[in-house]
Structures are given as C-alpha cells and as structure tokens.
C-alpha cells in the first residue's frame, strides 16, 4: 500500500507516472511526438485564448453547464440518501464525450495537425469526435471494434453521417481494446499529420492527465451547483468506469474533500465470480498495456484477457492510471456492477424518471439502487449519468424481447 | 564480450554486413518453430530475433500479428521459447548465433525484470528488444539486463532526432536498430537513400554497429540495406512463409520448414553479395 500524498490531485510527476501507475510504454517512434504533444498542451492550458474557446464551444456548442437535477421519485423508491443526477447525457452528442474532444480537437487545430483519428468503445467517443472534427473541417478516421459496430449500429450511422470513416476493426475481440491496437498502429504510421483523439482517462502520459483536465468540468459545475442548490458539498459521488473519463472528471475535483465519499462502479459482467466480465480493478492486476501501466485483466503470463460487458463503452480489460493509484491509496472505492443489475437499472430509470440512460451508466445507477437505500436522508449523493440510452434501445430491447 | 559484439566484430573482420532473422516463437506449433530456430543458422541468419507473441501487438502488422495468434493457439509460453533457446544452444550448427528476444514489456514486468533477465541468460539468451520499452522507461531493466550479461537493443526511428538520440544511446548496448518508416512491421519499405542518410546520422552519434529493419521483403531490398548498415533485419516476410507452408485447415506441410529456410538462404545471399571497405 502506497502512503498517502499531501494531496491527491497533485498526479503525474514529470514523467507521467501516478506512483507506480501511468508512464510512457510506446514505440520509440511515437515517443518524440509525444513529448510534443506535452509541451503543446502545456502552452494551450496556459494561453487564455484557448482556454476561451474551449470555454465558448462548451457553453454555446455543447450546452454547459449540465444541469445537476434531484431525482426526487427515484429517491422516494428507494429510500435512502438524496439522489441528484449530473445531467452530461444531455450535452450535444449525447455524452461527456464532447468535453474532452472539443478541448483535444481545439489542441490538434493549434498544432497544425491534418488529421484527427479516434478509438471508440460504444460509438460515443466517435460521435463526439466526428462532431468536432465536422466542425472544425478536418478528416476524421475512427476505429470500432467490429463487435460494437453491430451491437451501437445507430452510432456508425451517425459518425458517417457527420462525415467520418468508421473502420471496423476484426483482430483478437474486436471490440475497444483491439480498436485501441488499431489506432495506435495507424498513428505511428501517420504521426507527423495525424492527431490520435484518446477518449479516456488512458494511454501514454499525457493523455491521462489531459483527459481528467477537459472533464474536469463535470465536478467543477457540480461543486457549485451543489452549493447553490444545497449550500454544501455532496457527501457520496458514484459513476460509471470503463477506462474511466467520465468517474475522473467528477472525482478529481473532490479528491481533497476528505467528507467526500467517492464510488467507482466497474462492469462486472456475467460476475466477477465467472471470470467474464471487465472489472480490471477487481479483479486485475497491474501490467503495462497501451502506454501506460495499470490493472489489467490479464493471465499469469501476462497476456491480456478478454473484457465481457453487455455495454460497449466499458468492455476494455484496463482502466485509467490514476484509478489504479487511487484504488492503491484507498481514496475512492471501486465496486462493480452486472449486466442484469445494469438492465434492471436501466428499465426503473426509464419508468421513474423518464429518462433513458445509457448502458454504461446504468451500470452506477445499479450500484446507487443498493448503496442509496444504506445511508440517511440528508445524504447528498450525485451520480454521473454520463450518457444517454439512444445508441442502446435496439441491444436492450432485443435482450428484454420488447 | 557479448556473443552479439562478438558477432558483429567477425562480421566486421569478414568485410560484410549480417542478416538477422526474426521468428515468432512457436508459429505455427513449437516443434515446427525449433525446426526453423534450428536450421536458421546454416540458412545463413547471423543473428536471430525470436519474437515472443504477445496478445495486443501494437506495433506489428498483419503478418506478425497472425504469426502471433498461431503461437499463442498453440500454446507457447514464455517457459517454453526460453526451452527452444536452451535446446537451440545444445544443438544447433553454430550455436554462438545470437539470439535476442523481441516482444513487449508487459510479459517481462509479469515475470519481473530480475527474474526474467535471470531466467532468459540461464537459458542462453543475449538481449532484448522491446518494442514498447522507450529510453524513459528503460530504467526498470537495465539494470537487471546489465547484472545478467544481456545486451538491451533500443529502436531508433525516422521521428528520432539528432537531439534525442543520446538518450536512446545511453541505454543501448550490443547494435542499435533503425526502425526505417513511419509505421508498423511488414508495411511500407523506406528508399535505399533515405536508409544512407538516417544510418549516415545515427553513426556520428555512437560506435555500435546499426541494424535497419522494417520493410524488408527481397534478397535486393536486403543488399541495399547491407550497402549502408551493419545488418539487416527481416520479420514479417519470414513469418509470411510460414504462413504460405500451412494447407487451408491450417496443418502443417512437409515443405513448410525447407520453405522458410530456403527463403532465408535468398536473403543471406542477398545481404553478403555486398563487400564492404
């Protein structure tokens, strides 16, 4: 167990590493156009028309600030603490994808890149990519693990239409690790043009740390909502976590509020228990995959194992560095979540609030259904529905025969 | 001296540059692979890069990829290409041809360094290249690289430049190698002028012998790099005759092992057709 930092929003180092976690495992090839990238994204957080830009493009483009709403039947059904959603579903595009796309789009126009490529999961990274690289008119290439591209049809068909080229991607799983490997392979065969998009939390530094800083606006707004609507901080944060972007731009915020009690919820597939599922930090260990060392499911030898999880966007057998070290340090805590108990959570949802959440974030909710009901009523407990059901409701309800 | 320094000084003295030969351990069965391992000497490979396969490899291409899958479905492991190796060094005609292990970091850190660079000297290996092992952080195997004898093989690219090169240096012993495009293994082929310059610079930069690979798919394209470099290193063509020796359920045919060979035995000729100064 690592001891305790004097903060823990001081991560990375210099080098990139959170404790043991993060670094830079590329190719050599990639490694100067890394370095790169790192002193080009130091001078545009530190140059106020960037940072203003950015800011525009949220408010008028995107739609921020999210609302933070109290989901007062869903807190009546279960009893328990106060349950407020942050609304990120509702930003254009239809995630908290957006946030950090917009800022890295903004970053690749600085830098004269031609290019822009992106990985995606469940079709919402490459919709949001799609969208800003249609904005910002610059060809967009983004691969999908040939698994997705079936099960999140109605995202392919969106990225196309914002001009995109979907590149289905069939090596090993064919899902958002294999459409990672495919990614990474066209970059280092195009680094001089290209600007690879990362949609999470992951990859070599500084993606990692660039990633948590444009969805640091989620916890920001949710700070000062909070107090405006109830004079005081939150007392429980919960969200979803795949590579983890969305659960880190909603903790980071409050690492250091020591009465925050923060919840990671993992997707556990068919159970941690089966061995299918994609709870790296359950039931992982630490390696070194995509440029970065974290948990990983993984053999004894070290090959990595495949990620089962009804929700695309969390089937990647790793996680984001920094939840590795916040899991070593005990600052957040890290559950899972199953494909059933995400269905169930999906469906009340839809019928107790009239919203229809994504699968991913159905996944929290799932977990907000058991921890609400544990903890008083003058709990303040935000969970981050950070996407919405859209690009879901054909998977689901081929699953639920409706 | 290493059995790798050692290996280029000959090749020096013989006025020649050497073929390096890259395998994927255990492609397409791991008695099919010793086969090959075995023969590439006398085929005339001077050193050997036995590929560990890996399930995610990110920097290779098709060819390496598949060669990968075959290994992985049946059933290599990292004990059992430390095996091949040890038997390789019992048994094969020139048994001081180097062999170096080339794969990713993660099965090295699984195993930890310590005991991986124990484990593969015990078993006669000399050195290592990691695709995904960068100068920054070479430091969690130098040192353990260092205390066994084993040689660590840094990449160099075209995106390598003259003020980062030092630091790719400083952790490189045995030869460097010059990835020589932008991109994966067995994809684009870089001009015989563009290798001259890239290998040119890297030369004022250090007195290792330079290894060019990427690329490489003809005996000509082989004596090209051979006129510039001190060997040239092929991959993916081999690992693609490999390949072309399996019938369609994927069984292996007798003329799958000559095969191989026979095609290594082209470029070797390739590589010593040119005489150096």
Redesign the interface.
Known sequence: MATSPNSFRIGPDERGHFGLFGGRYVAETLMPLILELEKAYNEAKADEQFTGELTYLLTHYAGRPSPLYFAERLTRHLGGAKVYFKRDELNHTGSHKINNVLGQVLLAKRMGKTRVIAETGAGQHGVATATACALFDIPCVVFMGAVDVDRQAPNVVRMKMLGAEVRPVTAGSATLKDAMNEALRDWVATCETTFYCIGTVAGPHPYPAMVRDFQCVIGNEVRSQMMEAEGRLPDTLVACIGGGSNAMGLFHPFLDDAGVRIVGVEAGGKGVETGEHAASLTGGRPGVLHGNRTYLLQDGEGQITEAHSISAGLDYPGIGPEHSWLKELGRVEYVSATDEEALEAFQLLCRLEGIIPALEPAHALAHVTKLAPTLPRDNLLVMNLCGRGDKDVFAVAERLGI | MSRITQRFARLAADKRAGLVAYISAGDPDPATSYQILKGLPDAGADLIELGMP????????PSI?LAGQRA?KAGI??DATFDMVRRFRREASDRDTPILLMG????V???GAARFCSQAADAGVDGFIL???????ADELKPHALAHGLDTV????????DK?LPA?LKYSSGFVYF?S????TG??SASEDAVAAHVARIRRHTALPVGVGFGIKTPEQAAAVARHADAAVVGSAIVDRVKAGLDADGKVRPALVPGVLDYVRSLAKGVRSVRKA
């Open positions: 890996f399930t995610d490899p990110m920097a290779d291409g990829q992985l492991t990292v990713y970091y993660n099965l850190y699984q195993r695709v995904d092992l960068p100068p920054e952080e840094l990449l160099t690219a075209p995106t390598t430049d980062r790719v990835v495009v932008l991109g994966i994809t684009k």
